[in-house]
């Protein structure tokens, strides 16, 4: 059976939705050969056999009681009896999921074939292994954004690119936002970059094969670790399972800052196993401690050492990361752009409203020698035109704005008699350039 981390695996585990128009209504006959089907695994396997008692107690009432009966919809039926499931477990991981795909490779695999299907791999390319961005972002911030732990096998070239790529890099922020798990083996991967070889992970206890597991770091010889930079792990609540694990790992290590909202609570590792040719239910089999708490995430999430609101948490971490590498940093004139940038980061977090009458005051020509900027307004707010394009004006405060895409300057309005004279554009290094309002 496939060991995963995660409730959805890598790119198939996106497909149930897809697929469900496909199944049968379902009968009263079926229904209840899923529902012992499923319940047989879970009391065979689950790693809380309490809870499997209390899934299995839970579920037989519903069905004593008629609750699934007139859910002749497939997809209603398994949503209901995911739902009560999970309730009764206090566990997300447990869920029964229709796909066929998936379902046709793990009796591959139980059979003893482990090539992925063609259109498994057809659909990890069409989907770029699910790695979405690796870039430089200001002050040599790096980021890198990937939406699940593909298998190592498939993701390890790619994987070791991106971060080869981003190895220079002064910190680093990685983007677990969308990031719903996959493979133990590749956040494995991940975590050798950060913690020193031999490092103690966590200790597992799988109970299908009852054994107890001890993971450390071990490091690739073509990996480049990244022991000292500063890294922050961008975290929402769609954050689940394998990305929790290395966010959760780092933090209690103290090598990461947690930026964002509390994540999914899905810490126990499991097994995909098969109902029939086009379901499986997904199994937690091992329980998880970390090394340094001696517990996990499960049903609590984990815990962002930064909140930040939906949507803004690169900001957070962008200002955080930009005002710690400030203060490493010997050169002045180095020191001051980082905390320029700093300031508007933080400020686009919580943008301040515009001051009534400044919004349309401020919409005009000026002029600086041959040199003429605009302000324009355009849909809703107001642009700074230099040249043949405007960038979007963001207010800080103080009559002063940042300005989209430039990190490396700022623009104030000076107000006479109500209205604006004269604009600066003020530089990261306090120098300014004057334009005198002309119309």
């Known amino acids: 059976m496939r060991l995963v981390m995660s409730l959805c695996f890598s790119v198939l585990m996106a497909i149930p939705v897809i697929c469900r128009a496909q199944v049968p209504q379902m009968t009263r006959?079926?229904?209840?050969?899923?529902?012992?089907k499923t319940?047989?695994?879970?009391?065979?396997?689950?790693?809380y056999s309490d809870r499997a008692k209390a899934v299995k107690d839970a579920v037989h009432e519903n069905v004593r009681a008629g609750k699934y009966d007139a859910l002749?919809?497939?997809?209603?039926?398994?949503?209901?009896?995911?739902?009560?499931?999970?309730?009764?477990?206090?566990?997300?991981?447990?869920?029964?999921?229709?796909?066929?795909?998936?379902?046709?490779?793990?009796?591959?695999?139980?059979?003893g074939v482990a090539d992925a299907a063609p259109e498994f791999l057809a659909m990890l390319?069409?989907?770029?292994?699910?790695?979405?961005?690796a870039e430089s972002l200001d002050g040599n911030v790096g980021y890198f954004k990937f939406d699940n732990?593909?298998?190592?096998?498939?993701?390890?070239?790619?994987?070791i690119g991106a971060m080869n790529m981003l190895h220079a890099s002064a910190a680093l922020i990685l983007d677990f936002t969308d990031n719903g798990g996959g493979s133990s083996e590749t956040a494995d991967l991940l975590l050798s970059y950060f913690l020193p070889e031999g490092t103690r992970i966590s200790e597992s206890w799988n109970?299908?094969?009852?054994?107890?597991?001890?993971?450390t770091v071990t490091r690739s010889p073509d990996v480049k670790p990244l022991l000292d930079i500063p890294v922050y792990i961008l975290v929402s609540d769609r954050t689940a399972s394998a990305?929790?694990?290395?966010?959760?790992?780092?933090?209690?290590?103290?090598?990461?800052?947690?930026?964002?909202?509390?994540?999914?609570?899905?810490a126990n590792a499991g097994q995909h196993f098969l109902i029939d040719d086009a379901l499986y239910v997904m199994v937690p089999t091992i329980i998880v401690r970390n090394a340094v708490s001696g517990t996990n995430w499960e049903g609590v999430g984990v815990i962002p050492d930064v909140d930040a609101p939906p949507g803004r948490a690169l900001e957070v971490a962008m200002a955080h990361a930009l005002?710690?590498?400030a203060d490493r940093e010997p050169s002045e004139g180095e020191k001051r752009r980082l905390r320029f940038m700093e300031k508007g980061y933080a400020a686009a977090v919580s943008p301040e409203p515009i001051p009534v009458g400044l919004f349309e005051a401020c919409i005009g020509h000026y002029r600086q020698g041959q040199k003429v900027v605009q302000i324009v307004r355009q849909e809703d707010g107001l642009f700074f035109v230099n040249g043949d394009r405007g960038r979007r004006m963001t207010y800080l405060r103080n009559r002063t704005f940042a300005v989209e895409g430039r990190r490396d300057y700022r623009v104030q309005f000076h107000i006479e008699e109500g209205r604006p004279k004269r604009l600066d554009v003020l530089w990261f290094d306090d120098t300014a350039d004057a334009y005198l309002r002309t119309r």
């Open 29 to 36: 006959a079926r229904q209840q050969v899923i529902i012992e």
């Open 39 to 47: 319940l047989d695994h879970i009391s065979a396997n689950y790693v």
């Open 72 to 111: 002749t919809q497939p997809d209603t039926f398994l949503d209901a009896l995911n739902r009560d499931m999970q309730t009764a477990a206090n566990d997300k991981h447990l869920r029964v999921i229709h796909n066929p795909r998936m379902a046709a490779q793990l009796r591959k695999e139980a059979a």
């Open 125 to 133: 390319k069409r989907e770029n292994l699910r790695l979405r961005r």
């Open 149 to 159: 732990f593909v298998e190592l096998r498939y993701v390890k070239d790619a994987f």
């Open 207 to 215: 109970r299908v094969t009852n054994q107890t597991t001890v993971s």
């Open 243 to 266: 990305a929790e694990a290395v966010a959760y790992a780092l933090q209690q290590a103290k090598r990461a800052v947690v930026v964002g909202t509390r994540t999914k609570g899905m």
């Open 323 to 325: 005002n710690r590498l």
